[in-house]
């Protein structure tokens, strides 16, 4: 439909529409940056939505109920935030848009989570959204299997771009979500055929409609312009059972001279083309004015929802006190009471029974302990269930038959199960965790980022975390993978050394709130290290002594998960020299990064030599090495400094240097003359 044609048949819903387009060109003209095309094609499509289908109320931006809108084109960012000023989201008030873009404000370049009432997550990386909406898909599903349809019973929306879908991991998520037959999952599809450098035909020829089709979903197809073709669409697709997606073919910066071509994606319209749009629009209005009768009626829009929120709140008032409590705690994302005492327990019989086994196993344990108390846990694993040990036995499988399931079987698609938990925890009322061999952070690496970006507590369980593997040889064996994720800002990385630490470790994470956790675990067995039960969580400390020096200390011993073994192997061996040795535990960088000076001092004093070992790369550890108090010349590093190979475990550990009298002989040098037998031993 055509602007005239558009302008003569729906009036009213065109000076809608071009409130949100104004708004946009305007912003991003402000900021001389932004993408003003994609608004302004997908601003009738945003219209029908908000006007006639998507369930919120602007008043209530959390309201548990409330539909889920996610733009994951979140290069068109102004659309959503233009939509959020129009309908009356208290914080963003036209003040914001003037300033989009700009140091400060709550209108970054793309959405970003938690800086805005009615984001929902942050996208800008394209296809996330879209994969992060498969998850939102799939709390509501369980959501409501668990408590109801008077509880939760809404849908998720998504606009994805060309972009979007040609990102891999569209299709890692489009297959999970027509596999799990998600059919309160609507995707629309802006299809402009316009990418950053040009028609979409330079670089795919992809039939989009048939991808879909193929994956399981319901496919329709609507003219991006005619309110009452999207409607129609709309509606088809809420009375599916499988999630649909709507080809929306809409025009690039609608309207504007710049509308079909690629210089319309990313940058301003310009003066002159601003002013010829408006007069195509009819928008006479000063930069940033929106006429009161049209945002009146866009606050209506706004206020719709307050009737179905107040029907939801009788309905929730209605339930057990009991069920109340519950549904609090787990959307609030509070712990049950029992988590502490539950790990203590288990800790208290590690400790007292000794096992050795691989913390990947140590980790199921956990699980088994905590998942029954922790009805929120959702669990799942990229086809590597056995190898993860993630599944416990009181889980279920989550699917269409069964909705009331906990355990999500992912297939071999990392990137999109990273992405889905992402949006299974932003929902709220679920704890994901899900599980992959280490070295395939790699393929789930944009999503983590995204965790930790927007502080969402997502766990994951990345099993098979060294040359300890063995056998399936350097392809799988991650040796540079621990570094990158603990150059991550606000990651814990927590790598246990036992059964007991992983307990710890799995406390930390199911109680945290902004920060996701990557739980490194063996495959191969270790012994118990934590023989003395503590009731306190030592790991919460990030490091701490596990063996005191016997005499004079000369050397501290620094490592992390299967190497604390050989640390105190190597302790042993030196001790028996005479040479007083300190083994410290390190399990989480991060946590002990915020320990205060005190605290870091008494656990790495200055003076003793200093080894580190970890069978992972060097790189980063030189903080511990040399600086909090040590010296270059007086620290030394026992691990990998490249490749692995393919071998058994043991062989490899031989073969890399990566043992206890390698370590021995690297303190003595570090000692040279300056050492004796200490005459107290």
């Known amino acids: 439909m055509d602007i005239a044609t558009l302008k003569e048949l729906h009036p009213d819903h065109f000076a809608r529409a071009s409130a949100i387009r104004a708004l946009a060109m305007d912003a991003v ?18 219209t029908v939505l908000f006007e006639k289908h998507l369930k919120f109320d602007a008043a209530a931006p959390d309201w548990p109920d409330r539909d889920r809108f996610i733009l994951s084109a979140g290069h068109g960012s102004m659309l959503l935030y233009a939509l959020l000023h129009l309908t009356g989201y208290e914080d963003m008030t036209i003040e914001q848009i003037k300033n989009f ?87 629309l599809w802006d299809d402009n055929n316009i990418s950053i450098d040009g028609k979409v035909g330079l670089s795919d020829i992809t039939d989009q409609t048939k991808r879909f089709q193929a994956a399981g979903w319901q496919v329709v197809e609507c003219d991006g312009h005619d309110p009452e073709d999207i409607d129609r669409a709309l509606s088809q697709a809420k009375s599916s059972k499988k999630p649909s997606m709507i080809a929306c073919k809409t025009h690039i910066g609608f309207g504007s ?79 049950p009471k029992k988590l502490t005492s539950t790990i203590r327990a288990l800790k208290k019989q590690i400790s007292e029974t000794n096992p050795k086994v691989a913390t990947r196993r140590s980790s199921e344990m956990v699980l088994e302990a905590v998942n029954p108390i922790m009805p929120e846990n959702i669990g799942g694993s990229a086809d590597l269930t056995g190898s993860n040990n993630t599944l416990t036995p009181d889980l279920g499988i989550f699917d269409q038959a069964n909705r009331k399931g906990r355990y999500v079987h992912y297939g071999i698609r990392e990137h999109g199960m990273a992405a889905a938990m992402n949006g299974l925890a932003l929902h709220g009322g679920i704890r994901p965790y899900g599980g992959t061999f280490l070295c395939f952070t790699d393929y789930a690496r944009g999503a983590m980022r995204l965790s930790s970006l927007m502080g969402v507590p997502v766990t994951y369980v990345m099993t098979h975390d060294s040359i300890g593997l063995g056998e399936d040889g350097p392809t799988h064996q991650p040796v540079e993978h621990i570094a990158m994720l603990r150059a991550s800002p606000n990651m814990n990385v927590f790598r246990p050394a036992d059964t007991v630490e992983t307990a710890e470790a799995w406390e930390l994470a199911l109680t945290s709130h902004k920060t996701p956790s990557t739980l490194v ?62 083994v410290v535990s390190m399990p989480c960088w991060e946590l002990f990064e915020e320990q205060d000076e005190a605290y870091r001092r008494k656990v790495l004093p200055a003076g003793p030599v200093r080894v580190a070992i970890e069978a992972g790369l060097r790189f980063g550890w030189d903080r511990w090495l040399f600086g909090e108090r040590g010296k270059r010349e007086k620290s030394g590093f026992i691990g990998m400094h490249g490749f692995g190979a393919s071998a058994p475990a043991p062989e490899l550990y031989e073969h890399f240097g990566i043992t206890a009298q390698a370590t021995a002989e690297k303190v003595k040098d570090l000692l040279g003359g300056n050492w004796a037998p200490d005459s107290r031993t």
């Open 521 to 582: 675990l063996t495959r191969q067995g270790l012994p118990t290290v934590r023989t003395e039960h503590k009731m306190r969580n030592l790991t919460a400390q990030g490091a701490y002594v596990l063996r005191e020096a016997e005499g004079k200390r000369q050397a501290l011993l620094i490592a992390t998960g299967s190497e604390i073994e050989i640390a105190l192997k190597a302790r042993d061996l030196l001790q028996a020299q005479g040479i007083g040795t300190r």
């Open 257 to 335: 001279p710049k509308q079909d071509t690629a210089k319309a994606h990313g940058s301003p319209l310009g003066p002159d083309g601003i002013e010829a749009t408006r007069a195509t629009y009819g928008w006479p209005y000063a930069p940033f004015e929106i006429p009161v009768d049209i945002l009146s009626e866009w606050r209506t829009i706004g206020a719709r929802g307050s009737a179905d929120r107040a029907a939801w709140n009788d309905r929730y008032a209605e339930l057990s006190p009991n069920r109340q409590t519950e549904l609090h705690r787990v959307w609030t994302g509070a712990p």
């Open 101 to 187: 873009r700009q140091l400060g404000s709550i209108t970054a370049g793309h959405p970003e989570y938690g800086h805005a009432k009615g984001i929902e997550t942050t996208t800008g990386p394209l296809g996330q959204g879209l994969a992060n909406a498969v998850g939102f898909a799939m709390a509501e599903e369980s959501l409501r299997a668990r408590y109801g349809k008077k509880v939760c019973d809404h849908y998720t929306y998504a606009i994805a771009g060309d972009g979007c879908l040609m990102e891999g991991i569209s299709h890692e998520a489009i297959g999970l979500a027509g596999m799990q037959k998600l059919g309160k999952l609507i995707v």
């Open 29 to 46: 003209q402000a900021a001389n940056s932004g993408h003003p095309g994609m608004p302004m094609g997908m601003a009738d499509v945003a």
